[in-house]
């Protein structure tokens, strides 16, 4: 089966924004206008397609990356709609992972969120190219030049105006084609789906040929041939040369240009999506995906975008599907796959069987024959596969680089209602540990308890609402509990013998380790700096072992340790007594001894707030983030609205959302999300260490 489309005319976008600025209602309408459905199903009625989770469309927010394919002008888009809430910060990183351009959708009342910001900065973190799209433009207090200036200042970006609006909130009836100098004005008799071109309004002429001005200028400087004509007088400059400079700027990450629209009122949506094909690469437009040589780390090996080459993919969703299993969405960089066939995944080192290749739209499928370079789509039939895998023929092997994900930072503890809810409990949380990478499953033995851990309160309530009704687990679940963390602020030497006499052979393993503080984020790291044999080799794994056991116990409060690096520079053994248990058992006692000695200290999440508040509830807000032992970095103004930029520990922001409406009536915002790990004050420490003990 040949290509639908050649893949230079492939666009795979993700739309990403803050929460609430409209994201899925533009997907909606995007499937609306390429056929893809008939009806547009809106947000606020819960009938949004792309939103088809039951805890999406009651609350009327994306919790799940969805994907679908939709056709515009012989173009194949692929489209992933991204959450916007800061909780599922995982499901915004993998899609623009294994994304070629974006579509960031800003709100024109509310411009540059918190969360645009992030979720703008995860996409320049992979150089992923974008479009700006000023949504919501006919809402009230709407101001499209407001929020291009904030797009320039605050997320420092070249943002290059396409169009400017005709009129605005009630009166917002079309926008001006600043390539053509045309008024493009919707219909409302169609609900804004036909419009018709004509000469601009003598109103906003002056304006038009103002921001006309300011494009042309950004669009010459990226293109010397065209600034060479520009300067002898810029007439010849045609709209074909403008866009061919604008999409060489746009792909090279040096502009951004800008549209807008409102999307619920169906103005703009078509424009969009012409730019998505004009402006946004295809998978060829982008450099080749590059990768490491599985026998040789230090290699690396690239692959072109064609269908001829090696078959290259990463998995970057898996998504438990009650009627057919496992599904896992994956990017095909390289190569062709056809349903059937097997394929290698170079992470786990295991063949994996294409059992069916499945297009997604939404929660919808169509089934594939074949995949081809720059598709995205899922398979069943993987039994291995997780998010981050690299998949790839078995003779051409290359290892991609995987996704980064944040560890969690609060956790609940839910048991069973009865034995016979154990077994169900067990399966549903493996699935759901599969498919979110930002969910860790654990349990406590001594309290047996199962402990479950997100990024938010948010997580974890959406996690345990799909329990009860996806899975029917019916369990008891307990208040919401802080990962907190140890390390040590201090260097020591330790020296521990493990010598066990007891008829027959005995047991010795002795160990001098060094234990020293490393930079916040920098983790574990084991170095072996024995020379001369006093520890025979094959114990050094034992000692590394022992040392790590011991920091996931923790050792001061038993919480896990970070952030240590222990060196093993002498020991001794013993030619019948020793073994790997007692070299084991010698470098946990080993450690546990020294990170007492080396100033032991807790540490507990840090949260990075950021409320939007009108000005008469700032004094009550403020005084309630210093109640909570929080910080405030500083107050703005935006309009009639104060931005208050804060830190404060998560441990103090339970239930911070009721508080936070009863301040300000209803009428304040938030948005919060990890920032660091730091030290938690001694007299607050001793009350969590006392806590922990009783339990």
Same mark, same amino acid.
């Given at each position: 089966m040949a290509r639908q489309v050649s893949i230079d005319k492939v666009r795979n976008i993700g739309i990403m924004a803050h929460i609430d600025a409209g994201k899925t209602t533009v997907t909606e309408h995007i499937l609306y206008y390429t056929g893809k459905s008939h009806k547009i199903g809106e947000v606020h009625d819960g009938a949004a397609q792309m939103d088809w989770m039951k805890q999406?469309?009651?609350?009327?927010?994306?919790?799940?990356?969805?994907?679908?394919?939709?056709?515009?002008?012989?173009?194949?888009? $692929?489209?992933?709609?991204?959450?916007?809430?800061?909780?599922?910060?995982?499901?915004?990183e993998r899609s623009l992972r294994i994304l070629d351009g974006a579509v960031a959708v800003f709100c024109a009342v509310g411009g540059v969120?918190?969360?645009?910001?992030?979720?703008?900065?995860?996409?320049?973190? =992979?150089?992923? @190219? !974008?479009?700006?799209?000023? $949504?919501?433009?006919?809402?009230? &207090? +709407?101001?499209? =030049?407001?929020?291009?200036?904030?797009?320039?200042?605050?997320?420092? +970006?070249?943002?290059?105006?396409?169009?400017?609006p005709i009129g605005a909130e009630d009166n917002f009836r079309g926008v001006v084609d600043l390539l053509q100098m045309k008024a493009?004005?919707?219909?409302?008799?169609?609900? &804004?789906?036909?419009? *018709?071109?004509?000469?601009?309004?003598?109103? #906003?002429?002056?304006?038009a040929k103002e921001y006309q001005h300011i494009m042309l200028e950004k669009a010459v400087e990226l293109d010397d041939s065209?600034?060479?004509?520009?300067?002898?007088?810029?007439?010849? #400059?045609?709209?074909?040369?403008?866009?061919?400079?604008?999409?060489?700027?746009?792909? +090279?990450?040096?502009?951004?240009?800008?549209?807008? %629209?409102?999307?619920? !009122?169906?103005?703009?949506?078509?424009?969009? /999506?012409?730019?998505?094909?004009?402006?946004?690469?295809?998978?060829?437009?982008? @450099?080749?995906?590059?990768?490491?040589?599985?026998?040789?780390?230090? !290699?690396?090996?690239?692959?072109?975008?064609?269908?001829?080459?090696?078959?290259?993919?990463?998995?970057?969703?898996?998504?438990?599907?009650?009627?057919?299993?496992?599904?896992?969405?994956?990017r095909v960089y390289s190569g062709k796959i056809e349903s059937g066939s097997y394929v290698y995944n170079v992470t786990k080192d295991k063949k994996e069987r294409v059992g069916r290749i499945m297009q997604m739209h939404a929660n919808q499928r169509e089934a594939r024959d074949i /995949?081809?370079?720059?598709?995205? +789509?899922?398979?069943?039939?993987?039994?291995?596969?997780?998010? %981050?895998?690299?998949?790839?023929?078995?003779?051409?092997?290359?290892?991609l680089e995987a996704i980064e994900f944040p560890a969690p930072v609060i956790s609940i503890s839910i048991k069973p209602e009865s034995k016979s809810e154990r077994e169900k409990l067990g399966k549903a949380l493996a699935r759901l540990a599969e498919e979110d990478p930002t969910f860790t499953v654990e349990y406590d033995k001594e309290t047996e308890e199962t402990i479950l851990s997100g990024m938010g309160e948010l997580h974890l309530e959406i996690i345990v609402d799909r329990l009860k009704h996806e899975f029917s687990v019916k369990a008891v679940v307990g208040q919401p509990?802080?990962? =907190?963390?140890?390390? #040590?602020?201090?260097?020591?030497?330790?020296?521990?013998? *493990?010598?066990?006499?007891? %008829?027959? *052979? %005995?047991? =010795?393993? *002795?160990v001098v380790c060094e234990i020293e503080p490393s930079k916040p984020g920098e983790g574990f790291e084991f170095k072996n700096l024995i020379t001369g044999g006093s520890i025979p080799r094959e114990y050094i794994p034992a000692v590394e072992k022992g040392i790590i056991a011991a920091m996931q116990r923790g050792v001061f409060a038993g919480y896990p340790v970070v952030d240590v690096r222990v060196n093993l520079i002498d020991g001794s053994y013993h030619d019948v007594d020793s073994s790997e248990m007692a070299f084991r058992i010698a470098a946990d006692e080993c450690f546990k001894r020294g990170f007492m000695h080396a100033s @032991?200290?807790?540490?507990?999440?840090?949260?990075? /707030?950021?409320?939007?508040?009108?000005?008469?509830?700032?004094?009550?807000?403020?005084?309630?983030?210093?109640?909570?032992?929080?910080?405030?970095?500083?107050?703005?103004?935006?309009?009639?609205?104060?931005? #208050?930029?804060?830190?404060? @520990? /998560?441990?103090?922001?339970f239930g911070y959302a009721t508080t936070l409406r009863s301040l300000s009536s209803g009428r304040a915002t938030y948005s919060m999300h990890f920032e660091k790990y730091v030290e938690v004050p001694f007299e607050i420490a001793e009350k969590v260490i006392e806590e922990k003990k009783k339990k």
């Open positions: 999406e469309q009651e609350r009327g927010i994306t919790i799940t990356s969805a994907a679908t394919t939709c056709f515009w002008k012989n173009h194949r888009i $692929n489209i992933i709609d991204t959450p916007g809430h800061v909780d599922f910060t995982v499901e915004v969120e918190p969360q645009s910001e992030t979720v703008w900065r995860q996409s320049e973190k =992979y150089n992923v @190219p !974008k479009i700006a799209f000023v $949504n919501k433009m006919d809402r009230i &207090g +709407a101001n499209f =030049y407001e929020v291009i200036e904030g797009i320039t200042k605050d997320l420092e +970006a070249n943002v290059i105006p396409l169009q400017i493009c004005v919707f219909d409302d008799a169609t609900q &804004g789906k036909e419009f *018709h071109l004509e000469d601009i309004p003598q109103d #906003i002429i002056e304006k065209l600034m060479e004509k520009y300067l002898e007088g810029g007439e010849s #400059i045609t709209a074909d040369e403008l866009m061919k400079a604008i999409r060489k700027g746009t792909l +090279a990450n040096q502009i951004v240009p800008a549209l807008c %629209g409102s999307a619920f !009122k169906n103005k703009g949506v078509q424009q969009l /999506l012409d730019a998505v094909v004009d402006y946004l690469p295809s998978p060829i437009d982008l @450099p080749d995906i590059t990768g490491t040589d599985v026998n040789d780390a230090e !290699k690396t090996i690239s692959r072109k975008a064609d269908d001829d080459a090696p078959f290259t993919a990463l998995a970057f969703k898996v998504q438990a599907d009650p009627h057919m299993g496992k599904l896992v969405y994956f /995949l081809y370079a720059g598709d995205i +789509a899922a398979a069943i039939g993987f039994t291995s596969t997780v998010t %981050g895998d690299t998949l790839c023929s078995e003779e051409n092997q290359m290892l509990k802080v990962a =907190y963390k140890e390390t #040590i602020l201090s260097s020591v030497t330790e020296n521990y013998k *493990h010598v066990k006499q007891s %008829g027959g *052979h %005995g047991q =010795y393993g *002795h @032991p200290v807790l540490l507990e999440p840090s949260m990075s /707030l950021e409320i939007v508040t009108p000005e008469e509830f700032v004094g009550g807000v403020v005084g309630n983030i210093c109640s909570r032992r929080g910080k405030v970095l500083g107050i703005e103004s935006k309009g009639n609205q104060q931005i #208050i930029s804060a830190e404060a @520990p /998560l441990s103090e922001m």
